[in-house]
């Protein structure tokens, strides 16, 4: 009789074995480690959500800016228990909130319950917002210098046992003021009054920074649709804002001006073999190196060739030609070379102004209209609400006043409103 190795008997045991421990371990990590059920056999659905941002201005605190409002999340069609406290069904029927990738929450001081509201087909929470800003340099040459700052707002999804529950964002059909709304100066009666005059009104009550002023209150507002999960939780609100050009004009530019004619005075009028000549010199390149660092701005990514570097090397560059006598070379062709360059140098700011004047003009031509964030209907309805997949899906059925622009990146499709 041919007896079977050892180790292979083992082996045979042991799998018979794993298997029965197997179905008796499945029991019961069902019973005491329901995570584990809900990474093996998670079931996921989605929730219509709606979250109207009410913008009610924007402030600077030590150089950081935020943006202050409300948000009002709603949920609709939800089966709760109406036994549980209003504390208990708080936690399970609504979503909590990322600023940037980041997790906003009472700790984090950006978001603060105010109230809860639960009827038999809507939940609704209030949030007191101060989401900070994100700044990116969108132009940048001297005098001006324009941001665009941004706050990307996500709704987290929650997991319960074997359960994953997605929020999918909510779109008005009707009105894009229902989405993301500004909110009305409070001192001032602005029924009836033109669209220019509604705008400065709208900059005098958002505008609470000391850096930057707005080239417009309505903010571009862009919703992200996850193409492989088909839901949106996130969206995107961006403000453009100019640090204040017109006081580093006159702040800067004019006593340029004041040192270049100083200069030509210098190099055509002094004698050249003075005692003066050097200290003149010496003096107007002085007040130049106390001035110009404040044309060069810091960024996150530097450039050694920009208009702001060409601008500074010049004044640099012509008020050392500048300042050699003419002893040195038996000549004024260098200090002339040097005056004529400083002149020159002007054209930086002069086309910087054209071209700050443009793309300002391009901010505007592009950024929303007061019917896109000024709300003209209630829309409290779920019927005058849309989910943003079916915007992706259907864009093209909606008016030319209600359109929004679907743009597809791969992943994502980003849904301007």
């Known amino acids: 009789m041919t007896r079977r190795p050892l180790h292979i008997l083992i082996v045979a045991n042991n799998k018979h074995m794993y298997a029965n421990m197997m179905k008796i371990s499945d029991k019961d990590n069902r019973n005491k480690h329901p995570t ?44 709760y228990d109406t036994e549980k406290s209003i504390d208990e069904l708080s ?127 309505y903010p ?50 002094e004698q050249p073999d003075s005692i003066d000549f050097l200290g003149n010199a010496s003096i107007l390149a002085l007040t130049a190196v106390v001035i110009l660092p404040y044309i060069v701005t810091k960024r996150k990514m530097e450039a050694v060739f920009s208009l702001n570097n060409f601008y500074v090397m010049s004044i640099f560059i012509g008020l050392s030609l500048s300042s050699i006598p003419e002893a040195t070379f038996e000549t004024r062709i260098p200090a002339k070379i040097g005056m004529i360059l400083l002149w020159i140098s002007f054209i930086a700011p002069i086309y910087s102004c054209i071209g700050y004047l443009v793309h300002k003009r391009d901010i505007r031509n592009k950024a929303p209209k007061k019917s896109d964030r000024i709300p003209s209907t209630k829309g409290n309805s779920k019927t005058d609400l849309i989910t943003v997949r079916d915007v992706v899906n259907n864009h093209d059925n909606f008016s030319k006043d209600m359109e929004y622009k679907c743009t597809d990146f791969g992943k994502f499709i980003e849904v301007c409103t």
């Open 36 to 79: 584990a059920l809900l990474a093996q056999e998670s079931i996921e659905k989605t929730v219509d959500v709606r979250n109207l941002f009410l913008v009610k201005h924007i402030k600077e605190n030590s150089g950081e800016l935020s943006v202050i409002g409300t948000f009002i999340q709603s949920a609709f069609n939800l089966n």
């Open 91 to 217: 936690e399970e029927l609504f979503f909590d909130y990322r600023f940037n990738d980041l997790s906003a929450d009472d700790a984090s001081g950006w978001l603060k319950p105010r109230r809860v509201e639960l009827t038999k087909d809507l939940a609704r929470k209030t949030f007191q917002v101060n989401a900070p800003l994100e700044i990116q340099t969108q132009y940048d040459r001297f005098p001006f210098k324009t941001v665009r700052a941004s706050v990307m707002i996500e709704l987290s999804s929650s997991a319960l046992a074997d359960q994953r529950t997605r929020p999918t964002l909510l779109l008005h059909k009707f009105d894009k003021g229902q989405n993301v709304a500004l909110q009305l100066p409070l001192t001032r009666n602005t029924g009836g009054i033109h669209e220019k005059e509604m705008e400065k009104e709208l900059i005098i009550k958002m505008d609470k920074s000391n850096t930057y002023d707005l080239i417009t209150p």
């Open 220 to 269: 571009e507002v862009s919703y992200l649709y996850d193409k492989k999960k088909n839901y949106c939780p996130k969206f995107e609100v961006s403000f453009y804002m100019v640090e204040s050009g017109i006081s580093k004009f006159m702040s800067i530019v004019f006593p340029m001006i004041l040192i270049v004619v100083l200069n030509t005075l210098h190099v055509l009028g």
